[in-house]
T-cell receptor, first 114, second 112 residues
Framework: SAVISQKPSRDICQRGTSLTIQCQVD?????MFWYRQQPGQSLTLIAT?????????ESGFVIDKFPISRPNLTFSTLTVSNMSPEDSSIYLC???????????FGPGTRLTVL | GQQVMQIPQYQHVQEGEDFTTYCNSS?????IQWYKQRPGGHPVFLIQ?????EVKKQKRLTFQFGEAKKNSSLHITATQTTDVGTYFC????????????FGKGTKLSVIP
């Protein structure tokens, strides 16, 4: 399975600031995804990060708030912009798994906004 | 849109007891997957079920996919403390879409 790393692993930020989360994979992958998991909750897909084109956002998520970059097949970033306490969550990147439709998840970034 | 309901939300069992979590989709699924998230960890892929009525086993874990491909279950026999975590099902409507709809998860606690 792919080895996925995320930076930072956790951060505490002030409201109104922005944080960029990095996701690095040890092999080239076509599909990369960004999820949000609020405390004690399930996973919600934010967007699919497409290499060479704009990300595809799910309903309720917009590019101005969560800009995403995908410069190559092993790397992506998610920025959480103009943060508020409601953005406190775990942010996870994932990549396509060995079997169609399955996914491998990174270790996550635990974000706290004060 | 597609919804995946999962019950129960929490389950506390004595070590050695069995455990079952159930998922039900509002639409017919192409496949369903199960993930386990340990406390403080990230979701880890367990298994994928594709065929109607499919049953798969992994040691003490038994996974079933309903005949109508709208429901699924995960059964753990003789739970151990290592089984602690949250179990999520995730449904896929369009094969090859990689669009997972996660259930809310069942948090399993095992009392030694």
């Amino acid at each position: 399975s792919a080895v996925i790393s995320q930076k930072p692993s956790r951060d505490i930020c002030q409201r109104g600031t922005s944080l960029t989360i990095q996701c690095q994979v040890d092999s080239q992958v076509t599909m990369m995804f960004w999820y949000r998991q609020q405390p004690g909750q399930s996973l919600t897909l934010i967007a699919t990060a497409n290499q060479g084109s704009e990300a595809t956002y799910e309903s309720g998520f917009v590019i101005d708030k969560f800009p995403i970059s995908r410069p190559n097949l092993t790397f992506s970033t998610l920025t959480v912009s103009n943060m508020s306490p409601e953005d406190s969550s775990i942010y996870l990147c994932s990549v396509e798994g060995r079997e169609t439709d399955t996914q491998y998840f990174g270790p996550g970034t635990r974000l706290t906004v004060l | 849109g597609q919804q995946v309901m999962q019950i129960p939300q929490y389950q506390h069992v004595q070590e050695g007891e069995d455990f079952t979590t159930y998922c039900n989709s509002s639409t017919t699924l192409s496949n369903i997957q199960w993930y386990k998230q340990r406390p403080g960890g990230h979701p880890v892929f367990l298994i994928q079920l594709v065929k109607s009525g499919e049953v798969k086993k992994q040691k003490r874990l038994t996974f079933q996919f309903g005949e109508a491909k709208k429901n699924s279950s995960l059964h753990i026999t003789a739970t151990q403390t290592t089984d602690v975590g949250t179990y999520f099902c995730a449904g896929v409507s369009g094969a090859g879409s990689y669009q997972l709809t996660f259930g809310k998860g069942t948090k399993l606690s095992v009392i030694p």
